[in-house]
């Protein structure tokens, strides 16, 4: 089944190329800027296509974080990437009902593990306690970042202005 899925997508993938060039060729597509008219046009190169398994990768926002002792610690609303977008941390939405007298904290990506999220009602477990989130400073946007992390060996996120 997998196969046959793999081999209509990339038929649909290679289909799409096909029209796009011939499209290219003819001239007939609408140019919503005027080129030169000296200046040679190169087609672009196409696109690289990657297909990744359903159970392969699956995406984090909105997921519930367990602590390892099975504690709700919130779920994920946020994910921080440094400007060499290297994922650095996750921003977690803690305590509270229903949104209510919730914060959000940041906490170090490296200490959140993925394990089994094949459903969207898995969880992700983080290795720090309901005391050690419910202590750590609020994130507020456009502030420094203070990173909670499991191991205390974070780098700083220092940016210039």
Same mark, same amino acid.
Not at 44 to 73: F, K, N, Y
């Given at each position: 089944?997998? #196969?046959?899925?793999?081999?209509?997508?990339?038929?649909?993938?290679?289909? #799409?190329?096909?029209?796009?060039?011939?499209?290219?060729?003819?001239?007939?597509?609408?140019?919503?800027?005027?080129?030169?008219?000296?200046?040679?046009?190169?087609?672009?190169?196409?696109?690289?296509?990657?297909?990744?398994?359903?159970?392969?990768?699956?995406?984090? !926002?909105?997921? &519930?974080?367990?602590?390892?002792?099975?504690?709700?610690?919130?779920?994920?609303?946020?994910?921080?990437?440094?400007?060499?977008?290297?994922?650095?941390?996750?921003?977690?939405?803690?305590?509270?009902? !229903?949104?209510?007298?919730?914060?959000?904290?940041?906490? &170090?990506?490296?200490?959140?593990?993925?394990?089994?999220?094949?459903?969207?009602?898995?969880?992700?477990?983080?290795?720090?306690?309901?005391?050690?989130?419910?202590?750590?400073?609020?994130?507020?946007?456009? #502030?420094?970042?203070?990173?909670?992390?499991?191991?205390?060996?974070?780098?700083?996120?220092?940016?210039?202005?």
């Amino acid at each position: 089944m997998r #196969t046959k899925i793999l081999v209509v997508f990339t038929a649909a993938v290679l289909a #799409t190329f096909a029209a796009a060039a011939a499209e290219d060729e003819s001239g007939s597509a609408p140019s919503s800027q005027a080129e030169p008219k000296d200046v040679a046009k190169e087609p672009a190169p196409p696109p690289s296509v990657t297909v990744i398994g359903a159970r392969d990768a699956h995406g984090v !926002l909105g997921r &519930d974080v367990r602590s390892q002792t099975d504690e709700d610690m919130g779920r994920i609303v946020d994910v921080i990437v440094d400007r060499d977008a290297v994922v650095r941390a996750a921003v977690v939405d803690f305590g509270g009902f !229903l949104g209510v007298g919730s914060r959000k904290i940041v906490v &170090d990506w490296n200490a959140l593990h993925f394990g089994q999220i094949a459903n969207k009602s898995d969880s992700i477990t983080l290795d720090l306690t309901k005391q050690q989130v419910a202590a750590a400073p609020e994130y507020k946007e456009d #502030t420094p970042l203070i990173v909670l992390g499991a191991s205390g060996s974070l780098q700083s996120l220092q940016f210039d202005h």
